[in-house]
């Protein structure tokens, strides 16, 4: 890893800043663009990562080059109380994977990291999202999308979940998604039609105990299957 900003610091020839780093331990090179500003992105704040990639490929002869803009929107706003579902314009995004350009802002990096250091997460299954391109989800390679929390029961201390992306075994894993960051559980049991089952198939909508519950639970959290 490269910081770009200390090298030219450095530099006895000085130089304009470009990117914030370059991560070079494999192909392809990630060149990366870290800004804060106080409103949400334009589309050349977006895209500067880009330009930054688009002058080191004639520089370094190569074409493997990805890039990555991480931006703090909205910086003097609460976190929470931030636009995080679309900082960036959808126009913007659909266009990103013309440039292998992800886009993130520093509050999805920081749900990210929180998510990693509470679920001891492997790094195998978090570096492949960074060369993404489009808007960059925090969820790691080895989860699959399952449905969304519909129903919540504080006795018997269950939920239910509508199957939509994947199955559930009674011995899988999830993981469930909150605006800051993501649980995991182990499942108890599965209750369907008021009868317990050991697997939940898509189209089912599925009551699910674990082991610890989830106290904080709400309608529409996300769940994930935790495949190993």
């Given at each position: 890893?490269?910081?770009?900003?200390?090298?030219?610091?450095?530099?006895?020839?000085?130089?304009?800043?470009?990117?914030?780093?370059?991560?070079?331990?494999?192909?392809?090179?990630?060149?990366?663009?870290?800004?804060?500003?106080?409103?949400l992105p334009s589309d050349p704040e977006a895209t500067q990562a880009?330009?930054?990639?688009?002058?080191?490929?004639?520089?370094?002869e190569r074409t493997d080059i990805n890039c990555l803009t991480i931006?703090?929107?909205?910086?003097?706003?609460?976190?929470?109380?931030?636009?995080?579902?679309?900082?960036?314009?959808?126009?913007?995004?659909?266009?990103?994977?013309?440039?292998?350009?992800?886009?993130?802002?520093?509050?999805?990096?920081?749900?990210?990291?929180?998510?990693?250091?509470?679920?001891?997460?492997?790094?195998?299954?978090?570096?492949?999202?960074?060369?993404?391109?489009?808007?960059?989800?925090?969820?790691?390679?080895?989860?699959?999308?399952?449905?969304?929390?519909?129903?919540?029961?504080?006795?018997?201390?269950?939920?239910?979940?509508?199957?939509?992306?994947?199955?559930?075994?009674?011995?899988?894993?999830?993981?469930?998604?909150?605006?800051?960051?993501?649980?995991?559980?182990e499942i108890a049991s599965l209750m369907l039609n008021n009868q317990?089952?050991?697997?939940?198939?898509?189209?089912?909508?599925?009551?699910?105990?674990?082991?610890?519950?989830?106290?904080?639970?709400?309608?529409?959290?996300?769940?994930?299957?935790?495949?190993?």
């Amino acid at each position: 890893m490269v910081d770009v900003d200390k090298e030219s610091r450095t530099s006895s020839s000085g130089g304009s800043l470009r990117e914030d780093i370059q991560i070079k331990d494999e192909s392809p090179i990630l060149i990366v663009d870290v800004k804060g500003i106080t409103g949400l992105p334009s589309d050349p704040e977006a895209t500067q990562a880009h330009r930054h990639a688009t002058m080191r490929m004639k520089e370094w002869e190569r074409t493997d080059i990805n890039c990555l803009t991480i931006i703090n929107h909205q910086r003097n706003i609460p976190p929470l109380d931030r636009e995080n579902n679309m900082p960036y314009r959808q126009e913007l995004i659909d266009g990103a994977s013309q440039m292998d350009l992800g886009l993130m802002t520093t509050w999805d990096l920081y749900r990210l990291l929180r998510s990693f250091l509470r679920n001891n997460w492997k790094p195998e299954n978090i570096k492949p999202l960074f060369y993404k391109s489009q808007r960059i989800s925090i969820i790691p390679t080895n989860y699959e999308y399952v449905g969304l929390v519909k129903q919540i029961w504080e006795q018997p201390k269950a939920f239910s979940v509508n199957v939509e992306g994947s199955t559930l075994g009674n011995n899988d894993k999830i993981g469930i998604e909150t605006p800051i960051e993501i649980f995991e559980y182990e499942i108890a049991s599965l209750m369907l039609n008021n009868q317990e089952v050991t697997k939940a198939e898509i189209g089912n909508e599925i009551g699910i105990k674990t082991k610890l519950f989830p106290s904080y639970i709400k309608k529409a959290f996300r769940v994930y299957k935790i495949k190993s």
